[in-house]
């Protein structure tokens, strides 16, 4: 069984990717071996629309033609037994980098036909953690809630199931003084990463060992 996570954050040491290898510590626990991609660190571009995925009787059908650093990602994403994608949310919605890899992992399988039928072959536990430094409360005013039911929507739509996992009011840095951050209670936020996080990391440690679960009995 094989589990992967992709980081969709620049920081490979901060919310995101730490709250990733939660859940993939969770996963590991019930035997799965695990893998953490760092999407920045890869070299690529989202969608080109040669819609070669889309080509009846094509060597590139149902699967991203474009030959660059995220195709081996792609290729074994496709092969996992689940899969997480995390992203801070960066002006209402995901980061650039993981919008480009979502739309290289999803137009694929997304077929031109009535309803826009997945083609994706079997159906594979997944999950969205997302990290922001707003309250949950406030998600709805700024549109956040439809932003990432949106992508869970499409997630699900894909692969058959996708959790949504929401780490919010978020440290950003270690030091507030350094940055023009006034609209920032520093000390509270240093409070809340002391306390809250750390169940942040319980419940994402939790949602890998539940994936690990979903994948072995292929719910």
Not at 57 to 64: A, D, E, I, V
Request: charge should be positive.
């Amino acid at each position: 069984m094989n589990i992967i996570a992709i980081n969709g954050s620049p920081r490979k040491k901060w919310n995101t990717s730490t709250l990733l290898e939660h859940v993939l510590a969770g996963a590991a626990e019930q035997g799965a071996a695990t893998e953490l991609v760092h999407l920045y660190e890869q070299d690529y571009k989202g969608c080109t629309s040669c819609f070669a995925c889309k080509k009846i009787g094509g060597k590139s059908y149902g699967r991203c033609a474009m030959k660059d650093g995220l195709t081996p990602v792609l290729k074994r994403a496709a092969k996992a037994d689940a899969l997480i994608l995390g992203s801070p949310i960066y002006f209402y919605t995901e980061t650039g980098e993981m919008r480009s890899f979502l739309e290289r992992l999803l137009f694929p399988y997304c077929s031109y036909t009535p309803g826009y039928r997945s083609i994706f072959p079997r159906r594979m536990p997944t999950a969205l953690v997302y990290t922001m430094n707003i309250p949950e409360e406030q998600m709805p005013a700024l549109g956040q809630d439809r932003s990432t039911a949106a992508t869970q929507g499409a997630m699900a739509r894909m692969f058959g199931t996708c959790e949504l996992f929401l780490c919010t009011d978020t440290y950003q840095f270690t030091d507030y003084s350094k940055y023009e951050a006034s609209a920032w209670d520093a000390k509270a936020k240093a409070k809340r990463r002391a306390e809250v996080f750390p169940q942040d990391c319980a419940r994402a440690r939790e949602l890998g060992a539940r994936l690990a679960e979903q994948a072995k009995s292929g719910e």
